[in-house]
């Protein structure tokens, strides 16, 4: 009851926090634009008068690096960066876990099995306290940018001044919606008041994604701006700025990267709390709380790839240039990285999946296949992994004749990554179709020829990947070689989705010959669980450097620019680092939230402390 | 509090490898610094100097070889563009208003959809819209001067005649040329770079010798060349380098025309400094 209190008094107190930085921030948008406009240099256009729809809008400032305020030896940009990358840590945090609550929730009611409403609970009250410091984090970068990069503030908010004030608002529902969801989850049990409850989940994650597109919406603009002319005029309609041409793509890519990434971060807490428990019952629960989690943020990794990919054709849609900044250029190298941390999620979650076979001793019947699907997820990441240009010296250049190396170089290419990554999804598929199977007998009269079908799908869907991958890759000109990935993905996306409906089926009702026995997995399992949330929180720390890197020395494309001290792209080693020390300070408050729930079930008794009360 | 420990230096290794990956598996590219406006001195311009900074626009600020470049194919190469730019006005899917060959170059900057070559089209426009943005505009930015020097570049690389104009006025970068048209040109101060060590690293001449702490290995190591060369053969050796050829290395590999980049006291300070390296 206690902590209750504490937490509704803290709540009380950020939204307050909350509201003064919005208060302080959006009056202020207005004056802030023509003390800018008095400040700073204007642009030819408006010299000339060429402002878009004749309307008030000033046009982007053109700023000197002196024009850049400074706070002592504080390194503007690096405290912009971090400020903004672990809101979005916890922001995807918060935002994620409300689906997947409300889906187990809704799993609960529907199979009215109370473990998964248990589950439910304890995921969203892990969110609770991340809630507050994703407020504390939006409020940090609000003032962070406002301290170092004012007129880039007052530009943005001059634009978007609508939809900041509706996300305030917005804050403020979903903030309410939440305390609501879950300080009355055991209140709002059974009949009626359970779907009043799944409703106020509907709401609280129509709130959340709401709030994450308009955020969305400032970020793109930066990078596809819309709705002002070359100078920067803004012509008065938000909503085209709102509706730029990277929303979209990104709004998709981060929904889908928040499920997986949620889905990492509880399956840390439950490896957590596994590692911790005292008693069987505790590391059984924990135990299938992180298989839940694992399950719900491999689930989410699997379209990832291909949410990327769209994301990535329409950055080359709306500019070549930026296009090939982002995957020819100076970035290039970035991708051998992200392999790397593609890499380890799924050999992570892929372990994690075979410790998990030791649940059953019906596993035996499968062991002997890990091997093989290991070494293919292996092989596949070393192709993913493998460059297409090296930088050499110019003996190695020499004596290798060129740039590519004879037998290695043609794997560097796009086609070869493309289907190194759909053979790597289709196998982590396999990981969890034996994984279902271990406990279980089908008793359906079908059995065999179900499984050759399935087998039959596998193999062809395998063939054709391989022959678009080559056949496009090397035999045809630039244009097809990118287009094959379209196939590959459909391919892929339907051996996994025919093979789920065909096992679903031959499963069901199913003879249970080997029970699943929750907690006997090994402690190892449990950082495996660590590693797929440490290797997700870093790669997204990587992907928005380049996100807002590809933008290079412009605030906003091609109409803001960027000339502040700061305007170089940092190489990738600085990156890494920037993205390393974001990632200690969020895997610190991340365990430090983990604790605090551990905490806040603990009591102590002490005698002769309080005083006799009387009756 | 152990678990704590445990799972902490866990996640500290894992970061500690992915960070040590980043910075010591991969190598580190500095990428270049965000461009600055070509400072062009019109009025002592020559046409050769033009050319060479019309060649430094395309490899540099007009960012032309992250598409007109033989990786990739994403865009057509452009060598020959200025021999065939009259063949693209006479055809029939030919949809600007240049007449010339040098209008032309002109307008497939800036409005690149007027011909777009078959094959490198917009995805679905059946080869009616360019995906090449305007280089005028956007976040290249180039200015009528700079352009122009594009061109020049293009039509010497293809060896045609060069067409092109230089631009009356003074500085013309895409401030000043603004300031131009309205009569208030202002003519920038050359660069003159005093140091010997700024000149290799600007010419990239460790891109091929060894010299000032860089190590290429396609010319000959310059770290003594002093010792056995005097500033005559020096001076001909960069002006000319044909001239005399080092045993054991190939001809036509040295660019001829340094004489044209290089200011006459950038020159002698270079010659001075390898005659020092003893």
Not at chain 1, 53 to 71: C, E
Not at chain 1, 172 to 188: I, M, N, Q, R
Not at chain 2, 144 to 154: G, H, P, Q, T
Not at chain 2, 229 to 246: S, V
Request: proline share 4%; aromatic share 12%; hydrophobic share 50%.
């Amino acid at each position: 009851m206690t902590v209750n209190k504490t937490q509704r008094v803290r709540a009380i107190l950020l939204l307050a926090l909350f509201a003064w930085v919005v208060a302080a921030v959006l009056p202020g948008v207005d004056a802030g634009a023509a003390q800018a406009a008095e400040t700073v240099a204007v642009t030819e256009a408006s010299e000339t008068g060429a402002t878009a729809g004749d309307n008030n809008f000033q046009p982007a400032p053109q700023l000197s690096a002196a024009d850049y305020p400074r706070l002592g030896s504080v390194n503007s940009r690096v405290a912009v960066w971090l400020a903004a990358q672990l809101h979005l840590w916890f922001a995807a945090f918060v935002l994620a876990v409300p689906i997947f609550v409300f889906i187990i929730e809704a799993i609960g009611m529907r199979t009215r099995d109370r473990r998964y409403d248990e589950l439910a609970y304890e995921f969203i009250k892990v969110s609770i306290v991340a809630y507050s410091l994703t407020a504390i984090l939006g409020g940090l970068l609000a003032i962070s940018l406002l301290l170092f990069y004012p007129q880039l503030f007052t530009y943005l908010a001059t634009i978007f001044k609508g939809s900041m004030f509706s996300y305030a608002l917005l804050f403020f529902v979903e903030s309410a919606v939440l305390y609501l969801y879950y300080y009355g989850w055991h209140w709002l049990q059974g009949g009626f008041k359970k779907w009043v409850h799944l409703t106020l989940g509907l709401i609280l994650n129509a709130a959340g994604t709401t709030l994450m597109f308009l955020a969305n919406a400032w970020t793109t603009f930066m990078m596809s701006p819309a709705g002002v002319d070359a100078a920067g005029v803004f012509s008065g309609d938000e909503w085209a700025a709102i509706h730029n041409f990277l929303w979209n793509p990104i709004n998709i890519h981060r929904l889908v990267a928040n499920v997986a990434f949620g889905g990492s971060i509880v399956g840390a807490y439950a490896a957590f709390k596994f590692l911790s428990a005292s008693t069987r019952e505790q590391r059984a629960h924990y135990d299938w709380m992180g298989y839940t989690a694992n399950f719900i943020a491999v689930s989410a990794l699997l379209p990832l790839p291909f949410a990327g990919y769209y994301l990535t054709a329409e950055i080359y849609a709306y500019s070549q240039q930026m296009g090939i900044t982002l995957m020819g250029g100076i970035f290039a190298w970035l991708f051998i990285i992200q392999a790397v941390l593609i890499g380890a999620l799924f050999l992570s979650a892929n372990y994690y999946l075979w410790c998990g076979m030791g649940r059953s001793d019906g596993a035996v019947r499968y062991n002997k296949y890990v091997k093989y699907i290991a070494i293919v997820i292996i092989g596949a990441f070393l192709v993913w992994f493998t460059p297409h240009t090296l930088v050499l010296t110019n003996e190695e250049l020499k004596s290798l004749g060129g740039p590519y190396h004879k037998y290695l170089g043609p794997l560097g290419i796009m086609p070869a990554k493309n289907t190194a990554v759909n053979l790597m999804i289709l196998f982590t598929a396999v990981s969890f179709l034996i994984y279902r199977r271990t406990n279980k007998i089908a008793t359906v009269a079908w059995v065999r020829s179900g499984n050759a079908v399935m087998m039959a799908l596998f193999t062809a869907g395998i063939l054709n990947i391989l022959f678009l991958g080559i056949y496009h890759g090397y035999f045809t000109n630039t244009v097809y070689k990118v287009a094959a990935s379209i196939p590959q993905v459909l391919t892929t996306l339907t051996i996994i989705v025919v093979s789920s409906v065909i096992d679903a089926f031959m499963y069901r009702g199913a003879k249970e010959v080997a029970p699943l026995h929750w907690g006997r997995i090994p402690e190892r399992a449990q950082y495996a669980l660590f590693l797929l949330a440490v290797a997700f929180t870093w790669l997204m720390g990587l992907m928005g450097y380049i996100r807002s890197g590809i933008r290079q020395h412009w605030h906003v494309t091609g109409v803001f620019r960027d000339n502040s001290v700061d305007a170089f792209t940092p190489t990738l080693g600085y990156a890494a680092n920037i993205v390393s020390m974001g990632t200690i300070l969020f895997m610190i408050l991340v365990i430090f939230v983990f604790w605090l729930s551990q905490v806040s079930t603990r009591k102590t008794e002490v005698s002769g402390y309080w005083g006799q009360q009387t009756a | 509090m152990r678990n704590f420990i445990k799972v902490m230096a866990f996640s500290l290794l894992t970061i500690a490898a992915f960070a040590g990956y980043s910075n010591f598996g991969i190598p580190l590219i500095n990428p270049a610094p965000p461009p600055e406006e070509e400072q062009l001195d019109l009025e002592t311009m020559t046409m050769d100097r033009f050319v060479a900074i019309g060649e430094r626009i395309f490899n540099g600020k007009g960012t032309c070889t992250l598409c007109h470049s033989a990786v990739g194919g994403r865009a057509p190469l452009l060598d020959t563009v200025a021999t065939i730019a009259n063949e693209r006005l006479a055809d029939e899917r030919y949809e600007g208003e240049a007449d010339t060959g040098e209008a032309y170059l002109f307008e497939s900057m800036v409005d690149p959809s007027a011909y777009v070559v078959a094959g490198f089209g917009k995805t679905g426009t059946n080869d009616t819209k360019s995906p090449m943005p305007d280089i005028a505009g956007g976040s290249i930015g180039m200015s009528d001067a700079e352009i122009k020097a594009v061109i020049a570049y293009l039509q010497n690389l293809a060896g045609t005649e060069v067409t092109v104009e230089i631009p009356a006025g003074g500085g013309a970068d895409a401030s000043e040329e603004s300031e131009s048209k309205g009569g208030q040109a202002a003519a920038a101060e050359p660069v003159i770079l005093a140091d010997p060590e700024a000149l290799i690293s600007k010419h990239a001449c460790g891109a091929c010798h060894k010299v000032a702490d860089q190590s290429g290995a396609l010319g000959p190591d310059l770290t003594r060349v002093g010792a056995g060369r005097d500033e005559t053969y020096l001076r001909r050796a960069i002006l000319d380098p044909n001239a005399d050829i080092a045993e054991g290395f190939q001809p036509n590999l040295m660019p001829g025309n340094y004489g044209e980049q290089l200011y006459a006291k950038e020159l002698e300070v270079l010659v001075a400094y390898l005659a020092g390296l003893k």
